[in-house]
């Protein structure tokens, strides 16, 4: 029986990091949490939901593209305006705006093995495929520009050696992995997020470690846009890359 999804998730991102004094980072690849709000919005669940259901899906994170970071200068209120302006915790509005230094993934790609027993897998599946509200990577802002579900399989990690990556031809075929355990016994962790939800806490979290590797893959560059849509249906040997590979 399948025990896994490849999720594909393309395009501008932010997987929040700690924030400090006005500024919010960016992990570099998604982040746990980010990946259960993912698949909780989807499955229309409010935010204060139980979802530790979802803390037994395991994540494999190939990165595709990387993408660069891109701060955006951020100003929210500052007027009396009655009508538009931000609203105060006392029932004015703010004399001053919000000013934050908010930073992007731009131009990033990354490809995903999600590994769980099965009900949570088909309370993914389905959450993913007849989304209640609209997925976002990250923030509101950040929309997928590829489809998230690719497809479900019994082999979910082992397959990421030979989906086509979404990108186009490089030399370097040296491709990070992220796996939020051991690939292999004993190997230590290379570093840690503060990224694992605390349930029925708001925006509360502890560190998780997680193990990075270069490697590489017999996967080719599928190429960009279109380009490797349609590789990517080739690939799964099917006309449309949103019908699930069964």
């Known amino acids: 029986m399948s025990d896994g999804l490849i999720l594909h ?10 924030a ?5 980072p960016t992990y570099r690849q998604p982040t746990r949490s980010a990946l259960t709000g993912l698949i ?11 979802n530790s259901d979802l803390d037994q899906l395991r994540y494999t994170i190939r990165t595709d593209r990387p993408g660069t970071l891109l701060a955006d200068f951020h100003t929210v ?21 919000i000013v934050s230094t908010r930073y992007y993934l731009a131009d990033a790609a990354f490809t995903l093995a999600l590994t769980g027993p099965t009900p949570v897998i088909d309370t993914a599946e389905h959450a993913l495929t007849h989304p209640v509200w609209t997925p976002y990577l990250g923030r509101r ?15 979910a990690v082992d397959d990421l050696d030979h989906i086509p ?4 031809d490089a030399a370097d075929q040296q491709i990070l992995f992220t796996y939020d355990t051991p690939p292999t016994p004993d190997t230590p ?18 560190p998780r470690r997680i193990w990075e590797q270069h490697r ?23 006309s449309r890359p949103l019908e699930n590979a069964r």
Not at 9 to 18: E, I, K, N, V
Not at 193 to 204: E, K, L, Y
Request: proline share 7%; net charge neutral; charged share 15%.
């Open 77 to 97: 209120g500052g007027n009396h305006d009655p009508v538009h302006g931000l609203a105060a915790a006392d029932g004015g509005t703010r004399d001053a705006p």
């Open 189 to 206: 962790a290379s570093t840690q997020h503060n990224d694992q939800p605390i349930h029925g806490r708001h925006r509360a979290w502890t």
């Open 216 to 238: 590489t893959i017999p996967a080719p560059n599928g190429g960009l846009g279109t380009t490797w849509l349609t590789t990517l249906a080739d690939h799964y040997g099917r």
């Open 165 to 168: 990556l979404h990108r186009a």
């Open 141 to 155: 802002s950040c929309l997928p520009d590829t489809p998230i579900l690719l497809a479900r399989t019994a082999t």
């Open 20 to 24: 400090q004094a006005g500024v919010r």
């Open 40 to 50: 909780a919005c989807c499955a229309g669940r409010e935010r204060d939901a139980d």
């Open 9 to 18: 998730l393309s395009g501008l991102q932010a997987w929040g990091g700690p």
